[in-house]
């Protein structure tokens, strides 16, 4: 069942990922969104995000920096930058508002002054709800991701949700969960409070490349 855009608001927003369910839309142009809860859902477990040799290399030699919550809007346009998108008009402007009010969060790689790849998402509680990436340039998407599941580690997260899962994120370490485990984990991350902490120093790729090695 599909909902007219304007019933839809941002604490209507929160308060769907709080039991599990996320929206979508069809499409760029479909004023519509409908609510998805998915029988099996993604995760990243935090402590089994996999840096390859080739991803270490490639973060320790790049000149990519690396920013937090620093272009949030741009990035949620890269990730609706393509044929197909579920991010309709409605949905980039709630996610906006959450991001103004500190609910949501996002990760830019730059190449210079162009922005190269990012990820964003949603916070509550020690739950990452993860919307959507996108890259313009050779594993800049996996690179936000490294320093994302840093970030989450590091501030006592306890659920990083990918809704789906892909061979891509598969291949990362995300795995597929049953709906009743997810909806268990999510209850418990739900009680607990966290602070992404946005303004805090990015720190070196040395150092996430490490931290990675000792959790994985």
């Known amino acids: 069942m599909k909902d007219n855009a304007p019933t839809l608001t941002a604490d209507l927003l929160l308060q769907a990922y709080q039991v599990g369910v996320f929206p979508m839309s069809e499409g ?14 993604g995760v990243f477990p935090l402590d089994g995000f996999r840096i390859s040799r080739s991803l270490a290399r490639r973060m320790r030699q790049s000149n990519f920096t690396i920013t937090f919550d620093a272009a949030f809007a741009d990035v949620v346009r890269g990730c609706a930058d393509r044929d197909e998108t579920w991010i309709n008009a409605t949905i980039f402007d709630l996610y906006c508002e959450l991001h103004a009010t500190g609910f949501a969060h ?3 790689v730059w190449d210079k002054e162009r922005l190269v790849g990012g990820v964003y998402g949603v916070t509550i ?11 313009r340039a050779t ?5 936000a991701l490294a320093y994302l599941v840093d970030r989450l580690r590091l501030s006592g997260f306890q659920l990083f949700d990918t809704q789906f899962i ?4 598969a291949s990362l370490g995300a795995v597929e969960i049953q709906r ?3 909806h268990a984990l999510l209850a418990q991350a739900l009680s607990r409070d966290v602070s992404f902490d946005a303004k805090s120093p990015v720190p070196t790729a040395q150092d996430v490349i490490q931290r990675n090695a000792q959790t994985s």
Do not use: C, N, Q
């Open 125 to 135: 509680g020690a739950a990452f709800f993860g919307e959507s990436m996108f890259s």
């Open 180 to 182: 009743d485990h997810y």
């Open 28 to 41: 760029r142009d479909d004023p519509e969104v409908f609510w998805v809860d998915p029988r099996m859902r």
């Open 106 to 108: 996002s990760i830019e």
């Open 166 to 169: 892909t061979p891509h994120l």
């Open 139 to 143: 594993d800049a998407s996996k690179i």
